[in-house]
């Protein structure tokens, strides 16, 4: 999920190009349709209107019924997905409920297939849409980036975490890998159809002759990481979220490590309809004070990507 605004659709399965899911440590796999049911265990327990801070910051129709209505496709670990319970876990879910504090509602995540978020926002069945949103300027003029051509009205952005493409290795064995250009020579597993695929096709067409990439793809990251771990490559890569859980939880913590420094990287972003000001502001203001008191720290501690923290909330930061 990094800058290119195609990563939702054409490189299949990244979740800045299309979503992908994690299978217990952090495997993505597209979903070929969504699960449209609501999922309202998802924001947890607000401060009551009384008290929350920014309350009065929310248009009237949200401050009545007291809930953000959220489209999400919930299968991206750590950003969102479902736990062993069933509940919806993960930073979104985790950043909504401290800004619901702050706003005094709740946010209630709907699973839904991630190309019919916008066109559920356009149609008023959801209120935001948050699910590792790319925050591009087609997105935000409503232009189809595959044809260039106008397609809607588009939508205004508040950008809440910066992610981009890593490289991992096994914990202790980085084969001298810092660098994309460091894996000539080497074997590097990806999920098939992702940015990373891509990134590791036109890199190794940037090596010298008979020190290629051996570039060896998969259907999902969990089979990516099964490679490596069993040493049958040098390296993996993917999205920095995924990448930074499977380092986190996979074998306690001790089977990969992050190398080197992300690139592509670009903004997340919680989508708002364009005539929607009022909410976009009360979402803006929601968290800059989440990040003001600590609490955004807090979710990006837990979930292992501090590395893609913002230190304030800007409104159509992408590119």
């Not at 380092?247 to 309809?273: C, H, L, M, R, W």
């Amino acid at each position: 999920m990094t800058a290119s605004t195609t990563r939702r659709t054409t490189a299949a399965r990244s979740r800045i190009a299309a979503v992908g899911a994690i299978a217990v440590a952090g495997a993505l796999l597209l979903t070929g349709c969504g699960d449209q049911t609501e999922s309202k265990d998802a924001g947890g327990d607000s401060t009551s209107k009384s008290t929350a801070p920014l309350a009065d910051k929310l248009p009237q129709a949200i401050r009545d019924k007291g809930v953000i209505k959220v489209g999400s496709d919930i299968a991206y670990a750590p950003v969102e997905f479902k736990d062993e319970s069933g509940k919806t876990v993960g930073i979104d879910p985790d950043l909504a409920d401290a800004m619901g504090k702050q706003l005094g509602v709740k946010f209630e995540f709907e699973n839904g297939t991630f190309d019919t978020l916008l066109g559920g926002l356009r149609s008023d069945r959801y209120d935001i849409a948050m699910s590792a949103m790319t925050d591009t300027k087609d997105r935000q003029e409503g232009v189809d980036s595959a044809t260039g051509k106008k397609v809607g009205e588009g939508v205004d952005f508040v950008d809440y975490f910066t992610a981009g493409v890593s490289i991992y290795t096994n914990k202790g064995d980085d084969q001298g890998i810092k660098t994309w250009a460091d894996l000539c020579g080497k074997k590097l597993v990806v999920q098939r159809g992702t940015v990373s695929h891509d990134l590791a096709k036109a890199e190794a067409r940037k090596c010298p002759a008979g020190k290629t990439i051996a570039i060896e793809a998969f259907d999902n990251d969990q089979q990516a990481q099964t490679r490596l771990r069993a040493g049958g490559a040098d390296a993996g890569s993917s999205d920095f979220p995924v990448a930074a859980y499977a380092v986190k939880t996979s074998g306690g913590g001790n089977d990969f490590q992050i190398v080197g420094e992300q690139v592509e990287a670009a903004p997340y972003g919680i989508a708002v309809a364009k005539d929607d000001t009022q909410l976009r502001d009360a979402l803006q203001a929601a968290l800059d004070a989440i990040i003001e008191n600590g609490e955004y720290q807090k979710v990006m501690d837990k979930w292992g990507v501090a590395e893609g923290a913002i230190d304030k909330a800007v409104v159509n930061g992408g590119k």
